[in-house]
């Protein structure tokens, strides 16, 4: 995961707002929303939760301290393409651009981040479409625990999240984890 040298305090030509702190399970903002700012973790875990016509959701991507999110709408995109929720609790940094294309001309090295963020989202997200594609269902659930546990290890991991991000049902990846635990491959939490 990326962590950014850029403070959203030395930005120009936009609105900066330090939010209330938000607690578990608050949403940040809404999949279909109209997109007029976006954020900066100053702590906390946030979770990017895409929901189909079904109501099903998927836990796409994490944001963690010092870390952007929310910023497709700078670059075209009128909608928020996911509902951002707190996993653990957070303080946030919204950032509102006066003008999209004055704020990245303004910020040419926050421009560039958000650019390299951008690109690095996309490659993860096609690395987990191939995943999804070639993997087992046990292959990927433990992936996603790895994956999960190495990089946000101060976060307790539920069996519905790991479903989500593994791309499986929950009660699959209680099965699986409780198949691994059995087998002295997974510690009990």
């Not at 993860?124 to 993997?135: G, I, P, T």
Request: with cysteine; aromatic share 12%; charged share 25%.
């Amino acid at each position: 995961m990326l962590e950014y040298n850029v403070l959203p305090e030395g930005l120009k030509e936009c609105q900066i707002t330090q939010l209330h702190p938000f607690t578990k399970g608050m949403s940040v903002y809404s999949q279909g929303e109209t997109a007029r700012e976006f954020y900066y973790v100053n702590s906390g875990l946030i979770g990017l939760y895409h929901t189909l016509e079904n109501g099903k959701e998927s836990l796409v991507r994490l944001y963690q301290q010092g870390q952007y999110f929310g910023f497709r709408t700078l670059f075209g995109d009128s909608q928020y393409h996911c509902n951002a929720k707190v996993l653990i609790e957070a303080n946030i940094t919204r950032i509102k651009p006066k003008d999209s294309h004055q704020f990245l001309s303004q910020n040419p090295e926050v421009s560039q981040i958000l650019l390299q963020t951008l690109a690095n989202e996309l490659r993860e997200a096609e690395q987990r479409l191939a995943k999804s594609a070639y993997l087992r269902t046990l292959d990927r659930i433990i992936d996603s625990i790895y994956f999960l546990t190495e990089n946000f290890p101060y976060y307790s991991w539920t069996h519905r999240e790991i479903a989500e991000y593994a791309g499986c049902e929950t009660e699959t990846a209680i099965r699986i984890s409780k198949e691994l635990k059995r087998n002295g491959l997974l510690k009990e939490k």
